[in-house]
C-alpha cells in the first residue's frame, strides 16, 4: 500500500483508498472508544478535587491555583500551533510512509518550543513581582505563589518542548496508546493531591502532585513511542529550513488563532482579578469548571478528526474525498453533540443542585454562571468537527472566521456589561464572553456548512434539532430539584442529584432511541449494548469461577 501510494501520490488506486477508508474507520473507532472512557474518568476525578481543595485551603488560595493555571494556559499557546502541526505533518509522512520527513518535522519543532518555552519562562521569572500585582496575591500567599508559578509553568514548558514523542504517537493514529498514559497520569495527579493537601501542604501540594505527575507522564511518551514507532529519531542533524517553513506555514496560522481563542477563554477571569479581586476568578473558575471539563468527553471525537480528516484527505482521490470528508463533518458534528448536550442540559437545568451537592455551598452570581458558560460550551462543541477536520485538511486559515468574530463582539459586550450592571462583576464579565462565543459560533458553523456543502436544513434536522432534546427533558426535573435545593442539607441535596440525574439519563436514552435515532443508528446501538452486556456477563461468570468454594 505504501509503495503505491508513493508512486500514485494525487490518484491512488481505489485499493489504497478503500484501506484508507478502512483503515481510519477502525482508528476512529478504536481511538474515540477509549478517550471517552478515559475522559469520563478525568470528569470524576476533577469533582472530587475542588470541593476537597477548597475545605483545607479556602477561596483566597484556590484562586491563586485557577490563576497560575492562567498563565499556563498561555504557555501552552506559546507553542501550540506548532505540536497541533506535528500530528497533522505526521499523519501525512507516516500515511505515505515518509518517515524521514516525519523525523524532521518532530525534530525541528522540538528547537522551535525549547525556544519559545525558554523564552517565555525567563521572562515569567523576571517578571514575577508585576505577575503578583496584576493577580491581587495577598501577602500571605506571595512566597507560596512564587514556588507554585515557577514550578508548574516549568514543569508544563518541559512537557511541551517534549510533546514530540506523543505527537508522533497521535499522528500515527495510536491515540488509544497516548490516552492511556493520560488515565495514568491525572489518577496518581488525584491521589497525590488527596495526600499533599490533607497532611497540609497546602498549595505547595497542588503543585507538587502536578510536577510529579506530569513528569512520570512525559517518560511513559518518551518511551511508549520509542517501542510503537520504530521510525521515530529525534536529532539536531535532522532539522531542517524545510520542516521549519512547514511547520510556520501551516502551525503560525493556528498560533495566531490559538492565542485569540485562550484570550476569549480567560479574559473574564483575567480581568476580574484587578478589577474585582482575586476571588472573583474563583468563582468564575467554580462556575465554569463542570461545564469545561464535562466537554472534554465529546473533546475526543474531535480530537480523532484532525490525524482522520487529514489521512482521508492524503489517501483518497479527488473524486471521493468530498463526499468522505462531508460524513465525517456531518456525523461527527451529530455525535459529538449528542454525548456534549447530553451532559450540559442537566447543569444548564440543575445548576443550583449541582452546585450545593458539589461545594455544600453557593457562591454568588455560580447558579446563573453555571447554566451560560453551559450553554456556551454547547455552542463551541457544535464548532469542534468543523475546525478540527479543517485543520487536517491543511485548512487552519478558516478559524480565523471563528476566533476574528468572537474576539470583535467580546471587546464589544465587555464594556457594555459594566454599562447594563453599573459596575464589573463576575456575572456581567461572564455573560459577556459567553454572549460573544455563541454569536460567534453560529457564525462559524454557517461558513462550515458551505464548505461542506450542506445545507441548514440537513444540519438542523442531524444535529441542531437533537442536541436540544436534553434541555426539554431536563427542565422536567429542574423544578423538583431546585426545591429539593431548597429544603434538605448538601448530603440530601447529592443524594437527590444523583437520584435525579439517574432518571433524566433513563428518560432521555428513551426518548433519543424513540424519537430522534435512526433506524440504522438504533440498530447499531442495540447491538453494541448487547456486545458490551455479554462481554461482561462472561467476564463476572469467569471472576466467579476463580473464587474458591469452601466445604461445609
Same mark, same amino acid.
Given at each position: 500500500? /505504501?509503495?503505491?501510494?508513493?508512486?500514485?501520490?494525487?490518484?491512488?488506486?481505489?485499493?489504497?483508498?478503500?484501506?484508507?477508508?478502512?483503515?481510519?474507520?477502525?482508528?476512529?473507532?478504536?481511538?474515540?472508544?477509549?478517550?471517552?472512557?478515559?475522559?469520563?474518568?478525568?470528569?470524576?476525578?476533577?469533582?472530587?478535587?475542588?470541593?476537597?481543595?477548597?475545605?483545607?485551603?479556602?477561596?483566597?488560595?484556590?484562586?491563586?491555583?485557577?490563576?497560575?493555571?492562567?498563565?499556563?494556559?498561555?504557555?501552552?499557546?506559546?507553542?501550540?500551533?506548532?505540536?497541533?502541526?506535528?500530528?497533522?505533518?505526521?499523519?501525512?509522512?507516516?500515511?505515505?510512509?515518509? /518517515?524521514?520527513? !516525519?523525523?524532521?518535522?518532530?525534530? +525541528?519543532?522540538?528547537?522551535?518550543?525549547?525556544?519559545?518555552?525558554?523564552? *517565555?519562562?525567563?521572562?515569567?521569572?523576571?517578571?514575577?513581582?508585576?505577575?503578583?500585582?496584576?493577580?491581587?496575591?495577598?501577602?500571605?500567599?506571595?512566597?507560596?505563589?512564587?514556588?507554585?508559578?515557577?514550578?508548574?509553568?516549568?514543569?508544563?514548558?518541559?512537557?511541551?518542548?517534549?510533546?514530540?514523542?506523543?505527537?508522533?504517537?497521535?499522528?500515527?493514529?495510536?491515540?488509544?496508546?497516548?490516552?492511556?498514559?493520560?488515565?495514568?497520569?491525572?489518577?496518581?495527579?488525584?491521589?497525590?493531591?488527596?495526600?499533599?493537601?490533607?497532611?497540609?501542604?497546602?498549595?505547595?501540594?497542588?503543585?507538587?502532585? *502536578? !510536577?510529579?505527575? /506530569?513528569?512520570?507522564?512525559?517518560?511513559?511518551?518518551?518511551?511508549?513511542?520509542?517501542?510503537?514507532?520504530?521510525?521515530?529519531?529525534?536529532?539536531?542533524?535532522?532539522?531542517?529550513?524545510?520542516?521549519?517553513?512547514?511547520?510556520?506555514?501551516?502551525?503560525?496560522?493556528?498560533?495566531?488563532?490559538?492565542?485569540?481563542?485562550?484570550?476569549?477563554?480567560?479574559?473574564?477571569?483575567?480581568?476580574?482579578?484587578?478589577?474585582?479581586?482575586?476571588?472573583?476568578?474563583?468563582?468564575?473558575?467554580?462556575?465554569?469548571?463542570?461545564?469545561?471539563?464535562?466537554?472534554?468527553?465529546?473533546?475526543? $471525537?474531535?480530537?480523532?478528526?484532525?490525524?482522520?480528516?487529514?489521512?482521508?484527505?492524503?489517501?483518497?482521490?479527488?473524486?471521493?474525498?468530498?463526499?468522505?470528508?462531508?460524513?465525517?463533518?456531518?456525523?461527527?458534528?451529530?455525535?459529538?453533540?449528542?454525548?456534549?448536550?447530553?451532559?450540559?442540559? $442537566?447543569?444548564?437545568?440543575?445548576?443550583?443542585?449541582?452546585?450545593?451537592?458539589?461545594?455544600?455551598?453557593?457562591?454568588?452570581?455560580?447558579?446563573?454562571?453555571?447554566?451560560?458558560?453551559?450553554?456556551?460550551?454547547? $455552542?463551541?462543541?457544535? +464548532?469542534?468537527?468543523?475546525?478540527?477536520?479543517?485543520?487536517?485538511?491543511?485548512?487552519?486559515?478558516?478559524?480565523?472566521?471563528?476566533?476574528?468574530?468572537?474576539?470583535?463582539? !467580546?471587546?464589544?459586550?465587555?464594556?457594555?456589561?459594566?454599562?447594563? +450592571?453599573?459596575?464589573?462583576?463576575?456575572?456581567?464579565?461572564?455573560? !459577556?464572553?459567553?454572549?460573544?462565543?455563541?454569536?460567534?459560533?453560529?457564525?462559524?458553523?454557517?461558513?462550515?456548512?458551505?464548505?461542506?456543502?450542506?445545507?441548514?436544513?440537513?444540519?438542523?434536522?442531524?444535529?441542531?434539532?437533537?442536541?436540544?432534546?436534553?434541555?426539554?427533558?431536563?427542565?422536567?426535573?429542574?423544578?423538583?430539584?431546585?426545591?429539593?435545593?431548597?429544603? +434538605?442539607?448538601?448530603?440530601?441535596?447529592?443524594?437527590?442529584?444523583?437520584?435525579?440525574?439517574?432518571?433524566?439519563?433513563?428518560?432521555?436514552?428513551?426518548?433519543?432511541?424513540?424519537?430522534?435515532?435512526?433506524?440504522?443508528?438504533?440498530?447499531?446501538?442495540?447491538?453494541?449494548?448487547?456486545?458490551?452486556?455479554?462481554?461482561?456477563?462472561?467476564?463476572?461468570?469467569?471472576?466467579?469461577?476463580?473464587?474458591?468454594?469452601?466445604?461445609?
Amino acid at each position: 500500500m /505504501t509503495s503505491q501510494a508513493q508512486v500514485e501520490p494525487i490518484e491512488p488506486s481505489p485499493i489504497v483508498a478503500q484501506d484508507h477508508r478502512g483503515e481510519t474507520r477502525r482508528a476512529l473507532i478504536r481511538n474515540i472508544s477509549f478517550d471517552v472512557i478515559a475522559r469520563i474518568g478525568y470528569l470524576v476525578s476533577r469533582v472530587f478535587i475542588p470541593p476537597f481543595v477548597l475545605a483545607h485551603v479556602g477561596l483566597s488560595a484556590y484562586s491563586l491555583w485557577s490563576a497560575v493555571f492562567l498563565i499556563v494556559a498561555y504557555v501552552g499557546v506559546s507553542s501550540i500551533g506548532f505540536t497541533s502541526a506535528y500530528v497533522k505533518l505526521v499523519a501525512e509522512y507516516v500515511g505515505h510512509g515518509e /518517515t524521514r520527513k !516525519a523525523n524532521s518535522v518532530l525534530s +525541528t519543532g522540538l528547537v522551535i518550543c525549547g525556544l519559545v518555552s525558554g523564552s *517565555f519562562l525567563v521572562l515569567l521569572a523576571l517578571g514575577m513581582p508585576q505577575v503578583l500585582r496584576w493577580f491581587h496575591v495577598p501577602a500571605n500567599l506571595v512566597s507560596d505563589a512564587r514556588y507554585v508559578i515557577l514550578l508548574v509553568v516549568g514543569m508544563h514548558s518541559c512537557e511541551i518542548v517534549l510533546s514530540v514523542f506523543k505527537s508522533a504517537l497521535a499522528g500515527s493514529q495510536k491515540i488509544l496508546e497516548v490516552q492511556r498514559i493520560w488515565v495514568v497520569q491525572y489518577l496518581l495527579e488525584a491521589a497525590l493531591v488527596f495526600f499533599f493537601v490533607g497532611a497540609g501542604y497546602g498549595i505547595r501540594g497542588l503543585a507538587d502532585a *502536578f !510536577a510529579l505527575s /506530569t513528569g512520570m507522564s512525559i517518560v511513559l511518551n518518551a518511551m511508549l513511542a520509542r517501542r510503537i514507532a520504530p521510525w521515530l529519531h529525534i536529532s539536531m542533524r535532522s532539522v531542517s529550513r524545510e520542516s521549519w517553513q512547514r511547520l510556520f506555514h501551516f502551525g503560525g496560522v493556528l498560533q495566531c488563532s490559538a492565542v485569540l481563542i485562550q484570550t476569549l477563554e480567560s479574559a473574564e477571569r483575567l480581568i476580574a482579578a484587578p478589577l474585582i479581586g482575586l476571588d472573583a476568578v474563583g468563582v468564575l473558575d467554580i462556575a465554569s469548571k463542570l461545564p469545561r471539563v464535562s466537554t472534554s468527553i465529546p473533546s475526543a $471525537f474531535a480530537g480523532a478528526f484532525m490525524p482522520a480528516s487529514a489521512y482521508l484527505h492524503a489517501g483518497l482521490p479527488e473524486s471521493e474525498r468530498r463526499n468522505a470528508l462531508q460524513k465525517l463533518y456531518l456525523k461527527g458534528s451529530r455525535y459529538m453533540i449528542f454525548v456534549a448536550s447530553a451532559m450540559l442540559g $442537566f447543569m444548564a437545568t440543575a445548576a443550583g443542585p449541582i452546585l450545593l451537592a458539589w461545594m455544600g455551598k453557593v457562591y454568588s452570581g455560580t447558579i446563573y454562571l453555571m447554566a451560560i458558560f453551559a450553554i456556551q460550551q454547547h $455552542f463551541d462543541c457544535l +464548532t469542534g468537527p468543523g475546525t478540527s477536520i479543517l485543520r487536517g485538511m491543511g485548512r487552519p486559515w478558516q478559524e480565523f472566521s471563528y476566533t476574528i468574530p468572537n474576539f470583535l463582539l !467580546a471587546a464589544l459586550f465587555i464594556p457594555l456589561s459594566r454599562l447594563v +450592571t453599573g459596575g464589573w462583576s463576575a456575572t456581567g464579565l461572564g455573560t !459577556a464572553i459567553a454572549a460573544s462565543q455563541i454569536v460567534a459560533a453560529i457564525g462559524f458553523i454557517a461558513r462550515a456548512n458551505r464548505l461542506f456543502e450542506l445545507s441548514w436544513r440537513q444540519y438542523a434536522r442531524a444535529v441542531l434539532l437533537p442536541s436540544a432534546v436534553p434541555y426539554l427533558v431536563g427542565w422536567i426535573f429542574a423544578l423538583p430539584a431546585l426545591r429539593l435545593a431548597a429544603s +434538605t442539607n448538601r448530603w440530601h441535596v447529592a443524594l437527590a442529584v444523583l437520584g435525579v440525574g439517574a432518571i433524566y439519563v433513563i428518560v432521555l436514552c428513551v426518548v433519543m432511541e424513540r424519537f430522534v435515532l435512526t433506524n440504522e443508528e438504533r440498530h447499531w446501538f442495540r447491538e453494541t449494548v448487547n456486545e458490551r452486556w455479554l462481554r461482561y456477563k462472561s467476564l463476572f461468570r469467569a471472576l466467579l469461577k476463580l473464587i474458591p468454594l469452601q466445604s461445609a
